[in-house]
């Protein structure tokens, strides 16, 4: 099992950055060498893809020197967010290419399992946000919202499928095979009802980027 080296303080990472963009070479490695870790961790989404998991990482850490190079502080607030994205671009990049014989990608067409047995199309992991692994950015106040949120935005069905699948409530958490035996419903029907539940969810932090005008357009639906 690989060791990675320890990620970089906010401090640490502010200076190398400002060497690299001098030109500084062992700078630009050290960010490379201290940020693999995201690497690995971004590529755990991927390990059902059919492809080996060193090839994964090789590619992943392709996006990462392209992260490192390419990187404007003026536009993204930390490296690692930002690196996140490019390493996802390179993988998808990949995929694609090595399913170009066969036909168009499907966004919806699976590419292969996660570590719980459910099928991942490329469209959940284009829509899963980038993974800040340096400050698991998750705050306690969103999932509060979220928790308060849930029974007056979603349909019962839908409540009660997010409450399986996440774990919430004191209710054990759930495979999408699990939910569909237990609910008598085919598990796409659980994929569809959990897709459509967690836009809704995302619909709220949406809303305080796109002001009064977003909700009033929402509602009109």
Same mark, same amino acid.
């Given at each position: 099992?690989?060791?990675?080296?320890? %990620?970089?303080?906010?401090?640490?990472?502010?200076?190398?950055?400002?060497?690299?963009?001098?030109? !500084?070479?062992?700078?630009?490695?050290?960010?490379?060498?201290?940020?693999?870790?995201?690497?690995?961790?971004?590529?755990?989404?991927?390990?059902?893809?059919?492809?080996?998991?060193?090839?994964?990482?090789?590619?992943?850490?392709?996006?990462?020197?392209?992260?490192?190079?390419?990187? !404007?502080?003026?536009?993204?607030?930390?490296?690692?967010?930002?690196?996140?994205?490019?390493?996802?671009?390179?993988?998808?990049?990949?995929?694609?290419?090595?399913?170009?014989?066969?036909?168009?990608?499907?966004?919806?067409?699976?590419?292969?399992?996660?570590?719980?047995?459910?099928?991942?199309?490329?469209?959940?992991?284009?829509?899963?946000? %980038?993974?800040?692994?340096?400050?698991?950015?998750?705050?306690?106040? !969103?999932?509060?919202?979220?928790?308060?949120?849930?029974?007056?935005?979603?349909? %019962?069905?839908?409540?009660?499928?997010?409450?399986?699948?996440?774990?919430?409530?004191?209710?054990?958490?759930?495979?999408?095979?699990?939910?569909?035996?237990?609910?008598?419903?085919?598990?796409?029907?659980?994929?569809?009802?959990?897709?459509?539940?967690?836009?809704?969810?995302?619909?709220?932090?949406?809303? !305080?980027?796109?002001? %009064?005008?977003?909700?009033?357009?929402?509602?009109?639906?």
């Amino acid at each position: 099992m690989k060791t990675f080296l320890k %990620p970089l303080t906010s401090a640490e990472e502010k200076l190398y950055l400002q060497r690299c963009q001098e030109g !500084d070479l062992e700078a630009k490695n050290i960010l490379i060498e201290r940020n693999l870790r995201l690497v690995a961790h971004v590529v755990k989404k991927y390990q059902g893809a059919d492809e080996e998991l060193d090839d994964l990482i090789s590619i992943g850490t392709i996006g990462l020197i392209k992260a490192v190079s390419t990187f !404007d502080a003026s536009k993204s607030a930390r490296l690692s967010t930002y690196a996140a994205r490019c390493i996802d671009n390179e993988l998808l990049m990949m995929l694609r290419s090595k399913k170009k014989h066969s036909r168009e990608v499907s966004l919806y067409e699976p590419i292969g399992t996660d570590k719980e047995g459910n099928e991942i199309s490329l469209l959940d992991i284009i829509e899963s946000p %980038p993974v800040d692994i340096v400050t698991e950015y998750s705050t306690r106040e !969103d999932i509060r919202r979220l928790m308060s949120s849930m029974k007056e935005l979603l349909s %019962p069905k839908e409540y009660q499928v997010i409450c399986l699948r996440y774990g919430l409530f004191g209710v054990p958490e759930q495979t999408q095979r699990k939910i569909a035996g237990e609910l008598n419903i085919s598990r796409s029907y659980v994929s569809r009802i959990e897709k459509n539940a967690l836009k809704k969810l995302r619909g709220i932090f949406e809303e !305080d980027t796109s002001g %009064p005008q977003s909700r009033n357009e929402g509602n009109s639906h």
